[in-house]
């Protein structure tokens, strides 16, 4: 009986590790050949893929900071000046519209539907949409601009834009769902003490006093040395504890 380690040749002649190596590379070397020519086609297709990507992820954020650019223009409260605005232009009307168009149309061929461009684009509608008091569409708008920018810094700011116009509809459960969204974000905010004293305050208007109270706490354990969100969480403690 033949070793199952003892290989031969087709002449039955023995061959050593060496020589084993080389008849296999001979007896297969067209699927040899098949998978390495599958590899390299792969890895080609991997390196376009990439730098067209890249490539339009540079397009679409150039895109979108010129349609920043025009919402500055329209509206220069983002230079400083924070007086009541006129939402209902023609100019904004056409910003709109080329906004929602670069959008859909990201979202449709996979370009700017994920990441920075994407829910920059989404933040300026919800802008557009809140100005106008236009809550049910500023809420889904903001929604959108979170989940596409969720790797972003610009998520977690979504979320509390949208739980603000969640407020606005009189929707407080779900206002309440997304600042807890929003302080669970993987990425920090900046504004989390004012989120967590939001919960605090729509709690009150639900009613829920105990868990006014706990939200409150939550600054106070969370954000101490943070002195205007402390001091009102700690006002509004006492105001309920007295009640």
């Not at 232009?89 to 929602?100: H, K, N, P, S």
């Not at 600054?219 to 009640?243: D, G, M, Q």
Request: glycine share 6%; with cysteine; net charge negative.
């Amino acid at each position: 009986m033949q070793n199952y380690n003892e290989q031969t040749t087709d002449s039955g002649d023995a061959l050593n590790a060496g020589e084993k190596i080389i008849y296999f590379i001979q007896k297969n070397r067209k699927i040899i050949f098949i998978s390495l020519g599958i590899i390299v086609v792969l890895f080609a297709g991997l390196i376009a893929f990439i730098y067209l990507s890249d490539n339009a992820n540079k397009k679409d954020i150039a895109e979108v900071e010129e349609l920043n650019s025009r919402f500055s223009e329209i509206f220069p409260q983002a230079a400083g000046f924070y007086e009541e605005q006129d939402y209902s232009t023609v100019e904004t009307d056409i910003l709109l519209a080329d906004l929602i168009t670069f959008s859909e149309k990201r979202a449709l061929f996979g370009g700017g539907s994920r990441g920075f461009a994407g829910s920059r684009a989404w933040s300026l509608i919800a802008q557009i949409y809140s100005g106008r008091k236009n809550w049910p569409d500023a809420e889904e708008a903001w929604l959108k601009a979170a989940r596409i920018g969720a790797k972003t810094y610009l998520g977690p700011i979504a979320l509390f834009n949208a739980a603000a116009a969640a407020e606005e509809q009189g929707r407080l459960e779900q206002a309440i769902e997304y600042l807890q969204n929003c302080l669970s974000h993987s990425f920090e905010f900046s504004s989390a003490p004012r989120a967590q004293f939001s919960i605090g305050r729509i709690y009150e208007k639900l009613g829920d006093n105990l868990a006014a109270v706990e939200a409150y706490r939550n600054v106070l354990i969370n954000w101490p040395n943070i002195p205007v969100f402390s001091n009102l969480a700690r006002t509004r403690i006492i105001a309920i504890e007295v009640r």
